[in-house]
């Protein structure tokens, strides 16, 4: 379709009409494709053309503006491209400001970012339609910060809502942030608050770009807000929209410099020296002084070999170590620190000594804090955790699971328990992937653990690994590697590690609620259970322990928070992979009916992506055991 | 094939607490007995007998709190010492009596030791860090009176004067102190007019203590890190650094420069006392007979070298008597 100038009383409602039709019938794409190219150049310089284009678009009918207006800003090249074929569109036409201002922002999230910033630029450009973009800021605030919103939209509508808030900030002038100062401040307090309680990292990040983001805008000067996390491409990319690249904007947009300028105030004094103090430069000593007759030579040295390094001797005996650790001589720090260092490879090589005192060691490594200011403190106490408690199973992991669900203890500290119950166990079960066998896809791979909250990620990508290798093994055969194997020491063990953890989960204490508020606990809690459930394979006790897990997670199946969801799902992924098959059918038939209905609703309906991906999988799961039960030759 | 280190001479044991500072008056003519004044963290004054090794007397006037300073003026009648109780005080210990003549109070609660110098007979200069955190006081002695106080310009965070050193190049010259302060440098300081001359950063960390050789007009200072600095004094009164030498462990809490000028000793927190040669810091000696940090290290004043002596007092209630290179 192409334009030809015509006279100027001519109509162009009739194109209008046109053009509205075919965009309703989702040709979009293909029309404005060679409209909006046209048209640029058109409007470019002559106002004419500009004023026939937004006399275009005004006269579409209102129940085809929708699809034409999306359909421009999709296909604008820029924002002041826009605002030339546009005009004031928004202000004139309500649905068409209903679509641009409500829908594309806060119903729909699937669009780029280069639409977001066509979209809010051209809000941005023009006086009459400035209001516009501070209603926007406003509700995409409200929404940023509404805690509900946190918990249950997902994760790519967040990240979405927080691109727009920040290219909104991009655009606003100073007289503007002053006027809304407050509502700013108010709504990053909020919103600061709901996102750093999610449990998801992600999101936790969205949040503390964006609060960094906003503070930044409205504290010009003095302290800004700032946090600490990891840059990663996603943080980096949301605080480049900060910063607009002026183009052929006329508004002058923020500038870098503006951001620069904050920047190096930002940056630390650096002290003014006095202009008589010297830098160390050390000067070469004068050559002439090596004629001289040096009397120095007639001092002879003595041996000095002896002058080594002092060492601070660690106790060689696992009862010195406990005396020095209940500190009772609390000055002797060096001989602190060098406990701590020890003792680790102390309880490993004396491991009937340990025994006697195993209790003991775990109650003080559990309440230790740390004196003096040691490298991988943390690392080192935990280390030292797990040796005593494979040193001495069942008496240790008697204590610590009771004293989980104990008063007065820190969160850190109740999930310090898990994290130490889990490397435990990993160690008794396959106590040769120490570092020393490659790992084999097909059996079980070499599991590393680190610290922190992703330790759910890594499990997830070994249970993917072992589910993708069970269908394999179904489909071709067992497979050729076959690993040494050695008694899994984690069999006597298993149920002392697990069923305490599971028994009062929900009887609320003083000071920890499991149901309530210390939901990321719960989700820690959980995760740790799936891990148990998945090395207890091939282990007497594992069936009961199914059952326990099955009714644990039908109890739970509703929470709100999506990283205990996530967990849950985990745990039947365990399950089913480590229960045998037959008992699975024997036991526990009904439920895993009500489980399988369970997860194709969450399979549908759940709003966190990774929540519905491991529903599927453990449906995929549950089909090919009742494959393989089919298949087994009765 | 290097000989072993040598073994103390002797060990004199009976302060019954850690022993912060030692100071030898040996120089008197015959019959008078080579004395080694101590302080200990006791609030004691020990008077050793060099001959008998006994202690001949106990001088208590720093309340209990510990005597990090002490110093003769003059002869060993007159003592100076300086204690945790904020105060200095003199000593007159003629004829056997042990009784303060007059003392000054410090207002300093830190544990910078304070510096003095004999300007003309009777007279002397005394350096002590004051009141406020970063200033500096001369006062002259007998009379008490203030000669100047130095405080550093505005915003230079030097931190807290460390370690003091008051001299002058002969009778005649103007007195200088060389102040070490905690942000690790060293200060020259000219004291009628109370104007810095010059300043070094020579360590990151603070200076623990200084010694200066004013006819070679080259120092050397220790801190708390592994670094002995060794810095000079030129025609322009300037102060540059010369080398550096690294230790195997960290920590120096003393630093002496033998009176001829020949060797020098640092006391360690690594419990060992290291002795170099001045002229080029060779290496000479490493002496490890304590088992805990050594406080204090200081030179003896005999008149005839084949006497002298070097003392060092430790954390672990002792104090070591070396008798070292005594035949140069």
Request: charged fraction near 25%; charge should be negative; glycine fraction near 6%.
């Amino acid at each position: 379709v192409c334009f030809i100038p015509g006279g100027l009383d001519c109509s162009i409602s009739f194109v209008s009409h046109v053009l509205g039709k075919v965009c309703i019938h989702g040709r979009q794409k293909e029309i404005l494709g060679v409209l909006v190219p046209r048209l640029t150049e058109l409007t470019q310089s002559d106002c004419i053309w500009q004023r026939m284009c937004w006399r275009l678009v005004e006269c579409v009918p209102d129940r085809w503006m929708e699809a034409v207006v999306l359909g421009f800003v999709q296909q604008a090249p820029g924002a002041d491209v826009l605002s030339r074929l546009l005009g004031n569109l928004v202000v004139k036409n309500k649905k068409a400001q209903f679509v641009v201002t409500q829908k594309i922002l806060l119903l729909q999230y699937g669009h780029t970012t280069a639409l977001l910033q066509n979209l809010l630029g051209y809000l941005s450009l023009d006086s009459l339609r400035r209001p516009l973009l501070l209603r926007v800021l406003q509700e995409l605030l409200e929404a940023w910060s509404s805690s509900s919103a946190v918990k249950h939209s997902p994760a790519e509508q967040q990240l979405y809502i927080s691109k727009a808030i920040l290219i909104c900030l991009s655009h606003l002038k100073e007289p503007e942030i002053d006027s809304c100062r407050q509502e700013l401040m108010m709504s990053m307090m909020e919103g600061t608050k709901c996102h750093l309680d999610s449990s998801l990292p992600q999101l936790r990040r969205l949040g503390m770009v964006v609060a960094e983001s906003i503070s930044l805008k409205i504290n010009t000067e003095g302290p800004v807000l700032k946090f600490e996390y990891e840059d990663d491409d996603e943080t980096r990319e949301l605080k480049s929209l900060l910063v607009q690249t002026p183009s052929l904007f006329v508004v002058p947009s923020l500038p870098d410099d503006d951001r620069s300028e904050k920047a190096g105030a930002a940056l630390p004094l650096v002290p003014e020296s006095n202009e008589k103090s010297h830098t160390a430069a050390p000067v070469v000593p004068d050559e002439e002084s090596d004629a001289e007759l040096d009397s120095d030579d007639d001092l002879l040295p003595y041996d000095m070999s002896e002058d080594k390094e002092l060492e601070v001797k660690a106790p060689v005996y696992i009862r010195d170590c406990i005396e020095v650790l209940t500190g009772s001589k609390s000055e002797d720090v060096d001989k602190w620190e060098a406990t701590v260092k020890a003792l680790e490879s102390l309880v490993r090589k004396n491991p009937a000594a340990t025994r006697e005192v195993s209790v003991e060691l775990a109650k003080i490594l559990l309440h230790l804090e740390e004196k003096t200011c040691i490298e991988g403190f943390v690392e080192l106490r935990q280390r030292a955790q797990v040796a005593v408690l494979t040193t001495d199973p069942i008496p240790v992991a008697k204590y610590l699971t009771s004293q989980f669900y104990s008063l007065n203890y820190s969160l850190r500290q109740r999930m310090d328990i898990l994290d130490v119950l889990v490397l435990a166990a990993q160690e008794l079960s396959c106590p040769k992937f120490h570092g020393k066998t490659k790992p084999s896809g097909a059996q079980k791979p070499s599991i590393q653990l680190p610290l922190g909250s992703d330790s759910s990620k890594d499990w997830r990508r070994i249970v993917d690994e072992r589910i993708k290798s069970k269908t394999r093994r179904f489909n071709t055969g067992r497979s050729h590697v076959e690993l040494a194997s050695c008694p899994n020491q984690f069999n006597s063990v298993a149920g002392y590690f697990f069923f305490p953890l599971i028994q009062h989960f929900d009887r609320p204490l003083t000071t920890f609620d499991l149901l309530g508020e210390d939901h990321l606990v719960l989700g820690r809690l959980v995760h740790t259970l799936a891990i148990l459930m998945y090395l207890a394979v091939n282990t007497v006790a594992v069936t009961a322990m199914g059952k326990a897990l099955l009714e644990f997670v039908w109890a739970l199946r509703f929470h709100t928070d999506s990283y205990v969801r996530q967990g849950l799902l985990s745990c039947i992924s365990s399950l089913l992979l480590s229960v045998p098959a037959e008992q699975i059918l024997a036991d526990m038939t009904e439920e895993l009916l009500e489980t399988q209905s369970w997860l194709g609703d969450v399979m549908e309906k759940d709003p966190d992506g990774d929540c519905r991906r491991l529903a599927l999988q453990n449906l995929l799961l549950m089909e090919n055991l009742k494959k393989k039960l089919e298949v087994v030759p009765s | 094939m290097a000989p072993p280190p040598p073994d103390p001479q002797f060990v004199l044991r009976g302060t019954s607490a850690a022993v912060h500072t030692l100071h030898f008056s040996c120089g008197g003519p015959e019959p008078d007995i080579p004395l080694l004044f101590s302080g200990s963290e006791n609030g004691f004054i020990h008077v050793w007998n060099l001959k008998t090794h006994r202690v001949d007397s106990a001088l208590d006037g720093h309340g209990r709190k510990s005597v990090y300073c002490v110093e003769t003026m003059g002869g060993k009648d007159r003592l100076l010492s300086q204690g945790r109780d904020q105060r200095i005080c003199l000593w007159d210990l003629a004829e056997g009596r042990t009784s303060v003549t007059d003392s000054v109070f410090t207002a300093h609660v830190g544990f910078c030791r304070c510096s003095l110098l004999q300007v003309a007979q009777g007279r002397w200069l005394m350096a002590m860090a004051a009141r406020s955190l970063e200033e500096v006081q001369i006062l002259e002695l007998p009379s008490k009176t203030s000669v100047c106080t130095l405080k550093p310009e505005v915003g230079a965070k030097l931190g807290m004067p460390m370690c003091l050193k008051l001299w002058q190049l002969n009778c005649s010259s103007q007195p200088v102190l060389l102040a070490g302060y905690e942000d690790g440098s060293v200060v020259l300081w000219n004291v009628s007019m109370g104007k810095v001359l010059s300043k070094l950063n020579c360590h990151q960390e603070p200076v623990m203590s200084l010694d200066f050789d004013s006819e070679k007009a080259k120092g050397i200072s220790g801190s708390s890190e592994k670094v002995l600095s060794i810095w000079s004094l030129n025609e322009q009164q300037n102060l540059q650094v010369y080398k550096t030498h690294e230790l195997v462990n960290a920590g120096i809490s003393d630093i002496t420069i033998r009176p001829d000028k020949k060797i020098l000793a640092t006391a360690g927190w690594d419990h060992r006392i290291r002795i170099f040669g001045w002229k080029k810091l060779k290496p000479l000696a490493v002496l490890d007979y304590h088992t805990a940090t050594v406080h204090c290290v200081s030179f003896s004043d005999h008149s005839n070298p084949r006497e002298r002596l070097l003392a060092a007092g430790s954390k672990d209630q002792r104090i070591s008597v070396w008798s070292l290179y005594a035949q140069t």
